[in-house]
Each structure stands twice: as structure tokens, then as C-alpha cells.
T-cell receptor, first 112, second 113 residues
Framework: GESVGLHLPTLSVQEGDNSIINCAYS??????FIWYKQESGKGPQFIID?????DKRQGQRVTVLLNKTVKHLSLQIAATQPGDSAVYFC???????????FGKGNQVVVIP | ETGVTQSPTHLIKTRGQQVTLRCSSQ?????VSWYQQALGQGPQFIFQ???????GRGNFPPRFSGLQFPNYSSELNVNALELDDSALYLC????????????FGPGTRLTVT
């Protein structure tokens, strides 16, 4: 499949280590955030979401942290596996609007 | 897998032609949103269809149009294709007129020559 992650910031991580992917969002009115994972040749896959009235949410091996003061979102992946290699996008929903605005994406490369 | 399907998988068109892309939403979802993803970029919102009507539009010209059918499947039509229209076109389905929890299909790769 074609490469999704041309010229994207790249995080190389050893298998088994934890990964942290960061995202800065632009609009203080954003009230809902999603992290998506996109593998080469595929559509974005929903990972985890968080609403603006929360600052932390945990899923299976993933944690999302939201800092509204500095408009920063992060995704932590515990015990990174080769299958986690992909491009990760954060997306924001602005004040009940009906669209998602995506960030540029971060490429994660897991080294076996 | 999300249950969202798109067709065709790949398509090659010539500048000036017209194209129709199709999307079937996940069972139980009544809203379809379309996005354009250029190589190396994040998806950009084109428009959304809810209950067979356009429910918001991004910064795309009128030659990008769409339809939603009673079974909630949807079409994206692009007229007068330009080279810059080459991209991965993604549809995402959700429930209701908010964009929460949108689930994406695999996309249609359009190449305009």
C-alpha cells in the first residue's frame, strides 16, 4: 500500500517500550477529541476518545491525556508492539460542530 | 473492521472527467461524512450527510457534491477533475448529526492524470 506518513514527525520506539505521541490543537472551543491510527493502505481506525470535561482516559494499553490550559493532547501506548507501527492522528470536534479537524499526524515505527 | 465499505478501491481518471465514489455506512449509523486525504496529510472534511440532506460542508468547491440514500449509503461526486484532486477519499459513518465516534472505511484512492 502507499505510504501515509511521508515527511511526518517520526517516533522510533523499541518493542516493549512505552510510546508517547503529542498533539497540539488550535481551538479552545473544541470539546471532543479522538485519536486515530492509520496503517498504510487503510482508513483511520478509532483508538480512543476524550471529552473536554475530562483530563485523562484509559483504554486497553492506551491512555489519552488532555491539557486544556495549553491545548495539548497526548496518546500513551504501553508495551508497544510491532502492530502499533502506523501513523497516528489526533482529531478535534469544535463545539458540537459536525466535523472533525485532523492534525498532521505522527509516524510510529516499532523496532523489533 | 468497522463495517464501513467503499468502492471502488482504486480509480484512475483524466483531468476534466467526472467521478462517483460510493460508501455504505456501518449498520445502525445514519450519518456519513466524507474526507479527502492528500498524501502525507491528515484527512480534510468535505461534507456530511444526515437523513439524506447535506449537514455541513468544508472548504471545497461546488464541483464536489454528494447524495445520501434512504438506506444511509452515500455517494461523492466530483466534476471537472483537477490534478490536485488526486487523493485518498474516506467516508466515515456515525449516528446522529454530531460527529462523535466516526468510523472510517478503507478509502478510495483516486489518481487524476
Amino acid at each position: 500500500g502507499e505510504s501515509v506518513g511521508l515527511h511526518l514527525p517520526t517516533l522510533s520506539v523499541q518493542e516493549g517500550d512505552n510510546s508517547i505521541i503529542n498533539c497540539a490543537y488550535s481551538n479552545s472551543a473544541s470539546d471532543y477529541f479522538i485519536w486515530y491510527k492509520q496503517e498504510s493502505g487503510k482508513g483511520p481506525q478509532f483508538i480512543i476518545d476524550i471529552r473536554s470535561n475530562m483530563d485523562k482516559r484509559q483504554g486497553q494499553r492506551v491512555t489519552v491525556l488532555l491539557n486544556k490550559t495549553v491545548k495539548h493532547l497526548s496518546l500513551q501506548i504501553a508495551a508497544t508492539q510491532p502492530g502499533d507501527s502506523a501513523v497516528y492522528f489526533c482529531a478535534e470536534n469544535i463545539g458540537g460542530n459536525n466535523r472533525l479537524a485532523f492534525g498532521k499526524g505522527n509516524q510510529v515505527v516499532v523496532i523489533p | 473492521e468497522t463495517g464501513v465499505t467503499q468502492s471502488p478501491t482504486h480509480l484512475i481518471k483524466t483531468r476534466g472527467q467526472q467521478v462517483t465514489l460510493r460508501c455504505s455506512s456501518q449498520s445502525g449509523h445514519n450519518t456519513v461524512s466524507w474526507y479527502q486525504q492528500a498524501l502525507g496529510q491528515g484527512p480534510q472534511f468535505i461534507f456530511q450527510y444526515y437523513r439524506e440532506e447535506e449537514n455541513g460542508r468544508g472548504n471545497f468547491p461546488p464541483r464536489f457534491s454528494g447524495l445520501q440514500f434512504p438506506n444511509y449509503s452515500s455517494e461523492l461526486n466530483v466534476n471537472a477533475l483537477e490534478l490536485d484532486d488526486s487523493a485518498l477519499y474516506l467516508c466515515a459513518s456515525s449516528w446522529g448529526d454530531r460527529s462523535y465516534e466516526q468510523y472510517f472505511g478503507p478509502g478510495t484512492r483516486l489518481t487524476v492524470t
